[in-house]
């Protein structure tokens, strides 16, 4: 079990609301992500559902229960930190055997889940092991294994791998979507990196300024942002926005546009130059100058080699232009 | 760093102050440890002579010499378990969230701005007076016979008179190694269930050794010298009764003229306060290393 439901969960520090009623629903299993911007609160969201701070009004229910005044240690969520939080002055087993010492478990039932979580996550060779004698990556491990053997209803991830280098945090990333698809365990993870999000969730919950932009499947999300600042931050590289007389044209104060959505083709209603050439290898993305509508980007088969300097002319794949208003909501799909 | 020239060029900008140095620390010594071999009277200038171990068989010999030892070390270690056990529960209030936090935290750290004999005088005067003393005055109050502290309790006196001049330089070690304690690992611990007192223990005290270790080994090589508060406060008395090793010395060279005497005198502590470093440094050194 592992459902937990807030309603209109507001949190000020002082005089600055940082956390403006939030209403969401989360399934038991269901992978959630909270992205946005650094500072938007997802920090203290995840918080104020772990207990670490008290909601300044609102309610947060786990299971059924209103959980709103409960003390951390009895909402049954486990947490994985950013920082790991592991204790220094313990070995990787009594790290990870700590929250069983707590709740007052036999040693042997102790010792047999720190033997089972150390095969899942391969830390067996570690476990007489300090903190400090380990890579970011096997701390990260001991950091998941201590929220395991918990059995929580609910973990919660807040940035757990933004310390570790590119290739280990696509590693782990996989690593924590496993763990997932075997536990099935409700799972909160907090990111500002939109690809974790993209990659990992079942249901992505885009924070702004302390607000839910938009609720939805990462699919849903890329398909129809509901407003400029989820189109924006959902999809890399960024959707291109053009506002003027070429949005005005399809009756909308700004348009949308994907970089994969555009073409390259002879004809195209778009002529320009080429800014800028990054080639990925699979893809490579073009910045072109487009006359009337500024610098957009594009992305193109990993084949395509221009320069510089080069005139170019572009199509957009009209079905897939995103349409906003002047309030930056989404209007209704263009109609081709 | 790297080449044999620049080492070079180095040691030599360097070894003025290393024999510098040297000198203000070998000169006196030597000299000490001359005139402990000598006998060396200020009231019978013209007689000195060398008369080998004497003075230092004068000076274990003599009945102050055991006392002295002992107070130097109830002394020291007496003020070590205050200034720490007071500096972490300081450090512990200092830490939480209060109004005016800026202005206590000055007035915690006052009392280290205040010289050694005029804090022991506003001590012996102002507080522990049996006669004018605030302490008394409230003993009083409570129907209670006042404490002449000075001639019943004389080392414990001394002892919370130094303990109150150091405390603020243990609180402020402590507190400043305290900021730097992990929150994200105390609210990993809340959220496992673990209390308040079990993360204090288990959390905050190993977090602390270092700090600790530093507080006590700085301390004790100041506290094997606390002089000005026994000078002011009770003399060395009653009797021995808060006689320290430097307090001896200082008796044995200034009020008897017996600066061969003294002088062996100073050599003992010396050899007490390296002793006492030896020892220190391998019970807690370690706590020094990363
Ligand atoms: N304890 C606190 N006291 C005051 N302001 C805070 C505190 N914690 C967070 N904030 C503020 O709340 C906002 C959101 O913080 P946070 O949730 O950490 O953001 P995120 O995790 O999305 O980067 C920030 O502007 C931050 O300055
Ligand atoms: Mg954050």
Redesign the pocket.
């Known amino acids: 079990m592992g459902e937990i439901v807030l309603s209109q969960v507001r949190k000020s520090?002082?005089g600055?609301s940082?956390?403006q009623g939030i209403d969401l629903r989360i399934e038991d299993g269901e992978f959630v992500v909270?992205v946005?911007?650094?500072?938007?609160?997802?920090?203290?969201?995840?918080?104020l559902i772990a207990g670490l701070?008290d909601t300044t009004s609102g309610t947060i229910a786990i299971d059924g229960h209103d959980a709103t005044s409960l003390p951390p240690a009895k909402r049954g969520l486990a947490m994985v930190f950013q920082s790991y939080a592991l204790y220094p002055h313990m070995s990787v087993r009594k790290n990870i055997a700590f929250p069983l010492r707590m709740a007052g478990i036999s040693a042997e039932e102790q010792e047999r889940k720190v033997q089972a979580a150390a095969k899942v996550l391969n830390l067996a060779p570690y476990l007489d092991r300090k903190p400090s004698q380990l890579s970011g990556g096997q701390r990260q491990r001991v950091a998941i294994g201590r929220a395991i053997v918990r059995e929580p209803s609910a973990f919660l991830f807040?940035?757990p791998l933004s310390n570790l280098d590119a290739a280990l945090r696509v590693s782990m990333r996989q690593e924590i979507s496993e763990l997932h698809q075997s536990l099935k365990t409700t799972m909160i993870y907090?990111t500002?990196d939109q690809v974790e999000a993209m990659t990992m969730a079942d249901k992505i919950v885009v924070?702004n300024a302390?607000r839910i932009e938009q609720v939805g499947s990462p699919l849903e999300l890329y398909k129809t942002p509901a407003n400029l600042f989820v189109a924006s931050f959902i999809g890399s590289p960024k959707m291109n926005l053009v506002e003027g007389p070429e949005a005005a044209k399809h009756g909308a104060h700004t348009l949308g546009v994907r970089p994969e959505h555009i073409d390259i083709v002879a004809e195209g209603p778009w002529s320009g130059t080429v800014g800028i050439c990054e080639h990925l290898g699979s893809d490579t993305f073009l910045k072109v100058h487009v006359e009337g509508l500024g610098a957009l980007t594009v992305r193109a088969g990993g084949e395509v080699d221009l320069v510089h300097g080069a005139p170019i002319r572009l199509a957009p794949q009209p079905d897939k232009l995103h349409r906003f208003d002047g309030a930056g909501e989404a209007l209704a799909k263009a109609l081709a | 760093m790297a080449t044999q020239a620049s080492r070079t060029a180095g040691r030599l900008m360097l070894s003025p102050a290393v024999i510098l140095l040297l000198l203000w620390m070998i000169v006196p010594l030597g000299m000490t440890i001359y005139f402990s071999f000598l006998r060396f009277n200020l009231l019978m200038p013209g007689t000195e002579a060398f008369t080998g171990f004497e003075n230092y068989s004068y000076f274990f010999t003599d009945p102050a010499f055991w006392p002295a030892l002992v107070n130097t070390l109830v002394l020291v270690t007496g003020v070590l378990a205050i200034t720490v056990g007071g500096g972490i529960a300081l450090a512990v209030l200092l830490d939480q969230p209060m109004w005016g936090q800026g202005l206590v935290r000055v007035l915690v750290i006052a009392p280290f701005f205040v010289m050694p004999s005029v804090s022991a005088l506003v001590w012996k005067n102002m507080l522990m007076n049996p006669v004018n003393g605030l302490f008394a005055a409230l003993a009083r109050g409570l129907g209670l016979p006042p404490i002449d502290f000075f001639a019943d309790i004389p080392l414990a006196s001394i002892i919370v008179i130094v303990a109150w001049q150091w405390l603020p330089f243990a609180t402020l070690i402590l507190f400043t190694a305290m900021q730097s304690l992990d929150r994200e690992q105390m609210e990993a611990a809340e959220m496992d269930g673990a209390g308040p007192l079990w993360r204090f223990v288990h959390l905050t005290l190993p977090h602390l050794t270092r700090a600790m270790t530093v507080v006590v080994l700085i301390q004790t090589i100041f506290l094997l010298s606390v002089f000005a508060e026994i000078l002011v406060t009770t003399n060395g008395g009653p009797g021995t009764a808060s006689t320290t090793l430097t307090f001896l010395v200082y008796m044995q060279s200034m009020l008897q003229f017996d600066v061969g005497l003294g002088s062996a005198g100073g050599i003992v502590a010396v050899l007490l306060a390296n002793i006492v470093a030896i020892f220190l440094m391998r019970m807690i050194g370690k706590n020094l290393e990363a």
Request: charged share 20%.
């Open positions: 520090f002082g600055t940082v956390i909270f946005g911007p650094s500072g938007c609160g997802k920090s203290t969201l995840l918080r701070e807040d940035e907090v500002h924070l302390g």
